[in-house]
């Protein structure tokens, strides 16, 4: 799985690229389709946006999250691309024949 890590109005520091390093191998390692992770960090004012962009085998899930700071945006989003593969995982099991 490779990580992509791009900043807008923000510089990535070694704390922040690391947190994001540990978060998605936590979050995302139940997952095997997964490919590619791009996460773009965006600092608008005094507004932190994550945006995560995650692509796979017959995968494309994308998130966004916003927070008072760079950290919880990057938490948020990333929880919520958990979420969103989980229900698409979900799904392609459910549509499995059921020997009743």
């Given at each position: ?34 490919e ?12 932190h ?52």
């Open positions: 799985m490779q990580v992509h890590i791009t900043g807008r109005h923000i510089e990535i520091t070694n704390g922040i690229r690391d947190h994001v390093y540990e978060k998605v191998e936590r979050t995302l390692k139940d997952f095997p389709r997964v590619d992770v791009r996460v773009i960090l965006d600092l608008q004012k005094l507004d946006f994550a945006e995560v962009l995650v692509q796979g085998k017959d995968l494309h899930v994308e998130t966004k999250a916003d927070a008072e700071n760079m950290y919880k945006a990057i938490d948020d989003a990333l929880d919520k691309a958990e979420r969103r593969l989980r229900k698409l995982r979900e799904k392609v099991k459910d549509h499995h024949p059921h020997g009743d």
